[in-house]
C-alpha cells in the first residue's frame, strides 16, 4: 500500500491548504477527490488508498477552514461557500491539470455541485458522483421535509449567528466558519439552490462535456432522490447517466450520505465507482 505524502496545496489567492498525495508505484492515471460540503479530507482516506492500489495517483485535501486547513480561530475565518469552489477546488482541478494520462474525479455532495460553479471541471475526463444534489427542503419526503425546513430556516442561521460559526455537533458534523454557511443557507433557501445564486450556473451545467455518473441512494438523509433528479436535470443526460439505487443493489442494508466511502464488505460501491471512471 502507497503510503499518503502531506502535500500544501497553493490556492490563487496565496492560501495554503492541507492536501495529501496517494501515489503508486506506478500511475496509470490521477484522481482528485471533490469532497462534501465542510467534509475534512480524512474521511476519504481509505477511499484513496484503494484508487491507489488499483495504480491511480489520488489528490484529497481539506477546504480552508476545514480539518487541517483551519488556521487560527474558526470565528475568524472569512472563507466563503464560493471560495471553496473558485479558489481550493480549482487549486485542485489545477493540480490535476498538469498530471499525465487520465484525469478523472470523483464528487461528493457538494464535490458534484462543482460542475454549476467552476469552469475547470471541464478538464476531467470523467466523473463520478455520489449524493451531488440540489439543497432545498421540497426535495425531501414525509417528516423529513420539517425536519430539514428546521434545519435550515432556524437552527443553522440561529446557531450561527450565536456563535460566530456554526459548530459542528447541530449535525453538520464539522465546524463550519460563518460565512461559508451563511452563503450556503441562502442556496437552501430556494428549490433553484445554487442556480439563483451564481452567475452563469445554469449555462455552465449544460456547457459541461464531461462523461458523468449521478448516482443517488433511496435511503439518503442528506441528498434525497429527487434532489439528486433536480441537479442530473441541468445537464446534457447525453452525458450525463442518472443512477437512483437502494442499498440492496450494492448489497448493503444502508449507506446513507457518508456510508458510501467507508470501507464495506465486498467493496461493491467503489468498484462501481471505478469501473465508470475507467470507462
Request: aromatic letters at 12%; proline letters at 7%; glycine letters at 10%.
Amino acid at each position: 500500500m502507497a503510503d499518503a505524502s502531506p502535500f500544501s496545496l497553493s490556492a490563487a489567492d496565496g492560501r495554503s491548504l492541507a492536501a495529501w498525495i496517494h501515489e503508486p508505484a506506478d500511475a496509470r492515471g490521477s484522481v482528485v477527490i471533490l469532497g462534501a460540503y465542510a467534509t475534512p479530507a480524512r474521511y476519504y482516506r481509505r477511499f484513496a488508498e484503494w484508487l491507489s492500489e488499483h495504480g491511480y495517483r489520488v489528490l484529497r485535501f481539506d477546504y480552508r477552514g476545514i480539518g487541517e486547513s483551519q488556521a487560527g480561530p474558526i470565528q475568524r475565518e472569512q472563507a466563503t461557500t464560493t471560495d471553496w469552489a473558485l479558489l481550493d477546488a480549482r487549486a485542485a482541478l489545477d493540480w490535476l491539470a498538469r498530471q499525465p494520462g487520465p484525469k478523472l474525479g470523483v464528487g461528493h455532495s457538494f464535490g458534484g455541485q462543482l460542475i454549476g460553479i467552476l469552469d475547470q471541471m471541464q478538464i476531467l475526463d470523467r466523473l463520478y458522483t455520489m449524493g451531488s444534489q440540489l439543497g432545498w427542503h421540497g426535495y425531501y419526503d414525509g417528516l423529513a421535509r420539517y425536519r430539514m425546513w428546521g434545519m435550515f430556516k432556524v437552527v443553522m442561521p440561529l446557531a450561527t449567528r450565536a456563535f460566530g460559526y456554526l459548530p459542528g455537533w447541530t449535525g453538520i458534523g464539522e465546524d463550519v466558519p460563518s460565512p461559508a454557511m451563511l452563503e450556503w443557507l441562502k442556496w437552501l433557501s430556494s428549490p433553484r439552490y445554487l442556480l439563483n445564486f451564481v452567475p452563469d450556473a445554469e449555462a455552465r451545467f449544460k456547457r459541461y462535456r464531461t462523461p458523468t455518473r449521478v448516482l443517488g441512494l433511496t435511503d439518503d438523509s442528506l441528498a434525497p432522490p429527487r434532489g439528486v433528479e433536480a441537479l442530473w436535470s441541468c445537464l446534457d443526460p447525453e452525458i450525463a447517466e442518472l443512477s437512483i439505487v437502494k442499498p440492496q443493489h450494492f448489497g448493503m442494508q444502508k449507506v446513507d450520505h457518508f456510508g458510501f466511502f467507508r470501507p464495506h464488505p465486498g467493496l461493491t460501491m467503489w468498484e462501481d465507482c471505478l469501473a465508470w471512471l475507467e470507462g
